[in-house]
């Protein structure tokens, strides 16, 4: 149901919806080992090494900061920025990839650990010819949320969706 969804994104802004479970170290760590030890580094310069070498009280604070952010909804201003690498591709020419800063990119390791399951079962029915787990399927469910927050709201939209999937590969 639309208005279900709509609802929980609202619950999930004020802080209140009790399905996601609160953050720890524990879940910190399992995100930080799913991360090759080298990956490209965003903005802030940091990436899974680093944090896996810090003590157990750091790797905490670097929990509540995480939790800060999801409270608010924001990020400090400082990881506003994405930097963006031209990568060779194979056949010639070059491929744009964005490097999220790695504070960002651990939150959303982090909660994918604990939302992508629940979330692909509730909302694969309605899309019945979507696979679990694809691209498609995630930015057909982000739309989905933005055009019921839009009626919600009595703001006029529109969208277009295009599977553009394999278009930098060519």
């Known amino acids: 149901d639309a208005m279900a969804l709509f609802e ?18 524990a879940l910190l ?4 080992f799913s991360f090759k030890d080298y990956t490209g580094q965003g903005i802030d310069a940091l990436g899974p090494l680093f944090l896996k070498r810090l003590p157990i009280g750091a790797r905490a ?14 990020w400090p201003w400082q990881l506003l920025m994405v930097l963006e ?6 056949q010639g020419g070059t491929r744009a990839v964005g490097l999220l800063p ?12 604990t939302s992508t399951r629940q979330w692909s079962s509730e909302q694969v029915r309605a899309y019945d010819s979507a696979i679990a787990g694809s ?7 982000v739309q989905q949320i933005r055009i019921e927050t839009a009626t919600a709201l009595g703001i006029p939209w529109s969208v277009v969706l295009l599977d553009l999937e394999k278009f930098f590969d060519s």
């Not at 790695?102 to 909660?111: H, S």
């Open 135 to 141: 691209s498609a399927l995630r930015s057909a469910l």
């Open 29 to 32: 760590d399992d995100a930080l």
């Open 61 to 74: 604070a670097f929990v509540e900061l995480l939790e800060e952010a999801e409270k608010t909804g924001s």
């Open 8 to 25: 929980r994104v609202l619950a999930l802004q004020s802080g209140d919806s009790p399905s996601l479970p609160p953050m720890g170290v």
């Open 102 to 113: 790695f504070l960002v990119r651990t939150w959303l390791r982090m909660r994918k650990f």
């Open 85 to 90: 690498v031209l990568l060779a591709k194979p």
